[in-house]
């Protein structure tokens, strides 16, 4: 059974940084699609970025492009988000999840769901 697990969520201010891990157990983690998703109160979960099996490529929400980075390490079993220039829009619980079958423009637009997902962790940026 494969299990995902976030971290690296925390409080920071407007204009910070953070970077969210997610550590991947149980499967053939090299051979996932990987993305990561938010979802804010009385929001639904929207789309952040997403990275190919093979990390050459990678895929991002426009609300976030230029300033977040999807990045992994297969040897590792690791998926990160660089998160640089936070504003307070970005405050939500991050969610990492993966696809034995999705491209990232599928993950990108949510089809028919991931097959596995992390419990999240959450973002708080301060104005």
């Known amino acids: 059974q494969v299990q995902l697990v976030e971290s690296g969520g925390g409080l920071v201010q407007a204009g910070g940084s953070l970077r969210l891990s997610c550590a991947a157990s149980?499967?053939?983690?090299?051979?996932?699609?990987m993305g990561w998703f938010r979802q804010s109160p009385g929001k639904e979960r929207e789309f952040v970025a997403a990275i190919t099996p093979d990390g050459w490529s990678t895929n991002y929400a426009d609300s976030v492009k230029g300033r977040f980075t999807i990045s992994r390490v297969n040897a590792k079993n690791e998926v990160f988000l660089q998160m640089n220039s936070l504003k307070p829009e970005d405050t939500a619980v991050y969610f990492c999840?993966?696809?034995?079958?999705?491209?990232?423009?599928?993950?990108?637009?949510?089809?028919?769901?991931?097959?596995?997902w992390g419990k999240g962790t959450r973002v708080t940026v301060s104005s």
């Open positions: 149980g499967g053939t983690f090299s051979t996932y699609a």
């Open positions: 999840a993966g696809d034995r079958t999705k491209t990232i423009a599928a993950v990108a637009a949510q089809e028919g769901g991931m097959d596995y």
